[in-house]
């Protein structure tokens, strides 16, 4: 048995850090894509090649037998933290060199013994490969749509096991999100649920904290240039930063965060109104993308005022707009990436043009499209 499987990255299109407050986001996939190749294999092991994180290791299949299906194993559904403490310490019995290398091998046998606990999977030798093209711990959603390939590929192997047919339908996405959720947990304490919901479902996604999320099906896909500042950042000390100037100024910072939250809903509007539209959308669709671009610029002069932004970001937005397009900061700011949207008529002499203005400027820039496809099958 062979197969294929791969989950698309996320942005965040507007309203990051409002979302902290229960406030409106809207995030989309990145056709930046995750792929798993799963193979099965007679040799007694379980074989792993992950050379995004340097790590290729085989492990004998008895051996997890012998650690994960005895009575002091703890269930997934019972005793989460005893069940994922008995992860680490399999994981390190294993060895690793870095911490990237441990959050992938404690996500992988989470997802692997959590299924088969679950779903009655029986672990059997095989191969897997994993690679991305999304760059690691950059805000781009990668450990999400790593968690959702290993889900899918294990519940996928679970069917076929018990000779029933994978669909992903809305059950079995369900499900795959929920597994990813679970393994997020791991990696990142108290995630919002948008980054698995993104990359398990694809489209763009409406979000609000705790509430279900919304994919905008039969939403536009849009063109991108996706511009990282190569400026290492912290999510938590940008987060921490906001909340220090929304206890201090209330009155200031509160209007700022609704204002950031009425910027999401507006684009909202607009997305949804695109699916709308006649044939090619003529003047609706460019009135659509002008809307867009303003919001856009709203919504960064008012992260800029939260002071989330860097020069860096501001230099990425100043030559946008020297070419009539818009970009934001995406993820917490203070460094990290930007986005700028392209029209659809945008000619590729302009894209090539602030390219290159961006690559001498330190920066690297890649194009890709939103709100494609989330997770994908493929039989071999």
Request: net charge negative; glycine share 8%; with cysteine.
């Amino acid at each position: 048995m062979e197969f294929r499987v791969s989950a698309p990255g996320k942005i965040v299109l507007y309203g990051e850090h409002a979302v902290v407050y229960g406030k409106t986001a809207v995030a989309a996939s990145l056709d930046l894509r995750t792929t798993l190749e799963f193979k099965e294999i007679e040799d007694q092991i379980v074989g792993l090649s992950m050379p995004k994180v340097r790590l290729q290791v085989n492990i004998p299949v008895g051996d997890i037998h012998n650690y994960f299906s005895n009575e002091s194993c703890p269930k997934f559904k019972d005793d989460h933290n005893n069940f994922y403490l008995h992860v680490q310490n399999y994981v390190e019995k294993i060895g690793y060199t870095n911490l990237q290398q441990k959050l992938a091998l404690e996500a992988f046998f989470y997802l692997l013994i959590a299924i088969s606990q679950v779903e009655g999977l029986s672990v059997r030798p095989f191969r897997i490969a994993i690679d991305s093209a999304l760059a690691i711990s950059s805000g781009l959603g990668s450990s999400a749509s790593f968690a959702v390939c290993i889900a899918t590929c294990f519940l996928h192997l679970s069917n076929a096991q018990k000779n029933e047919l994978s669909s992903l339908d809305a059950n079995e996405l369900e499900k795959i999100s929920r597994f990813a959720f679970s393994c997020e947990k791991i990696m990142h304490g108290t995630p919002s649920g948008i980054d698995n919901s993104v990359c398990t479902y694809g489209s763009i996604i409406e979000f609000r904290r705790g509430e279900t999320l919304e994919p905008i099906l039969g939403a536009m896909q849009m063109r991108v240039l996706l511009v990282d500042t190569r400026v290492q950042r912290s999510t938590k000390a940008q987060v921490d930063k906001l909340e220090a100037l929304k206890r201090r100024y209330p009155s200031i910072f509160g209007p700022v965060i609704e204002a950031i939250d009425n910027v999401s809903k507006e684009a909202l509007e607009v997305i949804k109104t695109v699916r709308s539209l006649p044939g090619d959308g003529g003047e609706g669709l460019h009135s659509s993308y002008q809307q867009l671009m303003t919001l856009m610029e709203v919504n960064q002069g008012l992260l800029a005022t939260c002071q989330t932004s860097h020069p860096s970001l501001d230099r990425i937005c100043a030559e946008a707009k020297n070419y009539g397009l818009a970009a934001k900061l995406t993820g917490a700011g203070g460094g990290g990436y930007a986005y700028i949207l392209l029209l659809p008529d945008t000619p590729t002499e302009t894209i090539t043009s602030i390219s290159k203005k961006l690559i001498a400027n330190g920066y690297l820039v890649t194009l890709t499209n939103l709100g494609g496809a989330g997770v994908e099958l493929h039989t071999l």
